[in-house]
């Protein structure tokens, strides 16, 4: 008898369920290595703008990536869910964020960040799972895969714990983001 494939969301339903284990200080101190490899990165020293996320979920906590963001004198921009699409507004004090949609921290509707005017940028991407040639599944709204189709004029760059990151190949479709990056707390994975 042939085995069925898994699908995107049995993947997501299992490593959610892994992710979810961590106890939450080894998620801080995973979360911290995983930080220190992204600001060391070039694509972080040289960008003048960081698109973000405010975690949630047992995601990579992005708090204190977002206060060093801060201090490096860089712009923070978070995404605001609204309707079927994101957009990405500036964030000066991470401590004015609001719940939104999926009960995320989101910021407020103002200053708004166009992707096509942030050449000099970095946008860093949560995701569910990964695979070692980057396919991504996120949490299946389609989010990033519309903000990024296209050309995007910046770099992108994951950030998970090993435990998201699988041996085998993803299914993906061809409108399926990958990034060019993704950084876990052991790896630093390129395309």
């Not at 200053?111 to 980057?134: C, Q, T, W, Y």
Request: aromatic share 8%; glycine share 6%; net charge negative.
């Amino acid at each position: 008898m042939e085995k069925k494939p898994r699908t995107k969301k049995d993947i997501r339903r299992q490593i959610l369920a892994v992710r979810r284990t961590l106890p939450v200080e080894e998620a801080k101190e995973k979360s911290r290595e995983i930080f220190q490899k992204v600001t060391a990165h070039p694509w972080y020293i040289e960008a003048d703008t960081v698109f973000c996320y405010a975690s949630h979920d047992g995601e990579v906590r992005t708090r204190e990536l977002m206060d060093q963001i801060l201090a490096d004198g860089k712009r923070l921009a978070l995404p605001r869910v609204e309707g079927r699409e994101m957009t990405f507004y500036e964030v000066r004090e991470p401590d004015r964020l609001e719940e939104g949609a999926y009960g995320i921290e989101e910021p407020l509707p103002e200053n708004p960040v166009r992707k096509e005017h942030s050449e000099k940028a970095l946008m860093i991407i949560p995701g569910i799972v990964f695979d070692r040639r980057l396919h991504r599944i996120g949490y299946g709204g389609g989010f990033y895969d519309r903000y990024l189709a296209g050309d995007a004029p910046f770099h992108t760059m994951a950030v998970a714990y090993e435990c998201q990151c699988i041996l085998g190949e993803l299914p993906f479709e061809s409108h399926d983001l990958c990034p060019e990056v993704l950084v876990t707390e052991r790896e630093i994975y390129q395309r």
